[in-house]
């Protein structure tokens, strides 16, 4: 079996043995800078790791693996446009340091180089498998997309719908992952299905961390001052929770501060009381705990030997533990 | 075997059978949209041909050929987004109707639903048959779309660059929609090899004589005033002709011509002149029967019946000698 250092190793040298053509460079330089932005490599990851629950042939997912990732620049690209973001990483994201038309252009390639990753699966059957389970996800991470910029132009969002929205946009691929790599392994169907919700629950959780993060995080180790989503009037778990429990008169307030500018003064200090009052912090980590246990519920279910669980399990856990 | 009105209505029916999703309804109904927006449906067209040489089951082709035509629909929305096209077939485009945003995400959808759609093909052998023809196709595409907007930056463009532009930008996909839909009727490797050149040179032929109409078409029949891409500084076959046979003064008029606005009076009659004096329309005709002959030269080397290619031959021959 592989650590995680080295399956980002097998990780590493499957991206360098497939690196993109030269040629139009207008096209494929950004998707080539846009991959060496880095990140954690967090998808492929699971990827391999689905793949290692049931056998040692790991290099088996590499194809999907490396999809996966494709498919996940291939959604910031666009995305980045959509929310005009300047930055990616520190880093100019691809429509600033070139411009939208190309961000679009080399987008698209990338989702199709997604496709061509898969592709490279060697047994006919698994790849049909394979191809069905990606569509279903990239098709649910758009409308998960849509959605939130549906949200954007809404006054009320339910938290239902936040939920759904974050599963579809960022959980899902996690899931869907997880799900691949097994079945590239050869792991049955209800594996598979196991797998998938196991990642789903765990990135919608993470998702709820990340969410009291940004407002509840140590600055000193999250590496910058709390409140950014407060500042850009984000519906997150917390605002939608506090809009849920709040009485008449606080509901008021809060939506006051929710369509202020970011840099109203006290605006966070605000915010954050207003959260206080309704526990809004317990209220994250309690659902964050019961997405956990509903997620670790569902590894449970799969039938990979429990040795080899072990390093999956680790490190779900360690990030839904992080503080930053 | 099936007439073309007859191929037009199984696609039709298929279509309908397969609508896209109702919600999220920002997300899809883009989608719906330009679908309605019509057209000739010629690359499905081409795919249903492609499997009736040797078939008559013909419906087996009926999922590739709406992914080509979703494929297509997918490149039209971004590249009106890129080339700012306020309208497309008459009507508001996507981003116009809508966003950018919203067109960049619908594209994006309306791409991973062609992949859906090739998987509806039973034979899981054939599948990845087609995935591969696809993506390699589908990144020629986008490799064209960067070569044409990377043109329009540059001084000059030779004639074999601009020929490989095209033939990447809107020829790879009608040769990839006969191969892919031969493919679905079981044909060999070799006779999809064939009739992809076949549509490639089709396809390149079309656009030598496209780039004719704009210019030399009777106005009368084609339904506007011809001169649009002289009017708009294209780079067409004509211009690179010419620039390419044109002496010293005569370059230098011409350039000045290609470098003054649309509204310029006297543009069209002057270039119009310059390219007369060059005898310009008749090298886009020889050029166009030549690619012509190569084409049918391709044609001929399949192995299906000769009886079966006459449709496939007739619509060809007579989309090559339109007027309009």
Known sequence: MFSSNELQA????????????ERPSGLYEPCTYMLALGGKRLRPLLALMGCQLFTDEVQRA????????????????????????PL????????????????????????????EHLLKVSDAAIVVDLLRLFNRIAAEVCEGQQH???FEQRESVSLAEYLQMIEQKTAALLGGALAMGARCAGASADDCNHLEKFGRLAGVAFQ??????????????????????????????????ALELAGENERAELLYWLNTPANTPGKVIAVRQLFDRYDIAAHATALKEQLQCAAFEQLDAVSAPRERQTLLRQMVTQLLHREY
């Open 148 to 150: 939130d910029m549906d």
């Open 62 to 85: 590499l194809p999907v693996a490396w999809a996966v990732e494709l498919f996940h620049n291939f959604t910031l690209i666009h995305d980045d446009i959509m929310d005009a973001a």
């Open 208 to 241: 709820i961390q990340d969410d009291w993060l940004d407002t509840y995080g140590d600055p000193a180790r999250v590496g910058k001052q709390p409140g950014g989503d407060i500042l850009q009037n984000k519906k997150t778990f917390l605002t939608i929770k």
């Open 88 to 115: 990616r990483r520190g880093q100019p994201t691809v429509h600033t340091r070139w411009n939208v038309n190309t961000a679009i252009l080399s987008g698209d390639v990338m989702l199709i180089y997604a496709y």
């Open 10 to 21: 097998l990780l590493a040298d499957y991206a360098a043995k497939h690196p993109f053509p």
